[in-house]
């Protein structure tokens, strides 16, 4: 029996059909095998720094406003101290005259001491109730202490002198009797003036 041509290439196609199939399936492994995945690039990470936090301004010291001169202006909670009370006139020794007050329990007197100093003694007189009695004493620069000598007996006063100017003490006049005093040193009058016949208070002012 001859073959033809026609079914000499239906056995080729069927021999390479069946030679497909069985790689297909018997050599399949082997391909598969070789057939690799793709190989995945893993993703960057977001760079924090291309979006920095700005950083919170700190605010700059403001500073106090200065005058005209440059001087700064002082700060609205400093309190200013107390004003120094002003002392009384310096006087360099006890000479001249002191205005004197007497404090009873009931009422004062007003008289004059009239003293002069030398070294630590004192001497002069007491103007007191319209009489003239004279008077001496010592004095250390601050404690003080004079006699006077009145008619029915002497009259002592005894305390402490603050910078010349003011006297403070006890006059014992005897029998148990004491009584405070105490003594502002007056400035001395003008002499010239008292030359004139003009009083002192009516002296004119000099003009600023």
Do not use: C
């Not at 080729?12 to 199939?21: E, I, N, Q």
């Amino acid at each position: 029996m001859k073959q033809t041509a026609s079914s000499r290439n239906l056995l080729t196609l069927g021999l390479a059909s069946a030679a497909v199939m069985a790689l297909a399936f018997g050599g399949g492994t082997s391909a598969r095998a070789q057939i690799q995945p793709p190989i995945q690039t893993p993703k960057p990470l977001p760079d924090v720094t291309l979006n920095p936090v700005p950083p919170t301004p700190t605010p700059a010291p403001t500073r106090a406003p200065r005058g005209r001169r440059g001087s700064s202006t002082p700060s609205p909670s400093q309190t200013p101290g107390p004003t120094p009370t002003p002392t009384s006139p310096a006087f360099a020794s006890l000479d001249g005259t002191w205005e004197v007050q007497v404090q009873y329990p009931d009422h004062t007197t007003y008289s004059y001491f009239d003293l002069h100093q030398t070294a630590d003694a004192l001497a002069g007189n007491w103007r007191y109730e319209a009489k003239v009695y004279p008077l001496d004493g010592t004095y250390d620069g601050r404690l003080i202490r004079m006699v006077v000598k009145m008619g029915g007996g002497n009259v002592t006063l005894a305390g402490y002198v603050e910078n010349a100017s003011d006297m403070v003490g006890l006059a014992d006049f005897g029998g148990g009797k004491s009584i405070a005093f105490t003594a502002e040193h007056r400035a001395a009058p003008n002499r010239n003036l008292l030359k004139r016949g003009i009083e002192p208070s009516a002296a004119p002012r000099k003009r600023s």
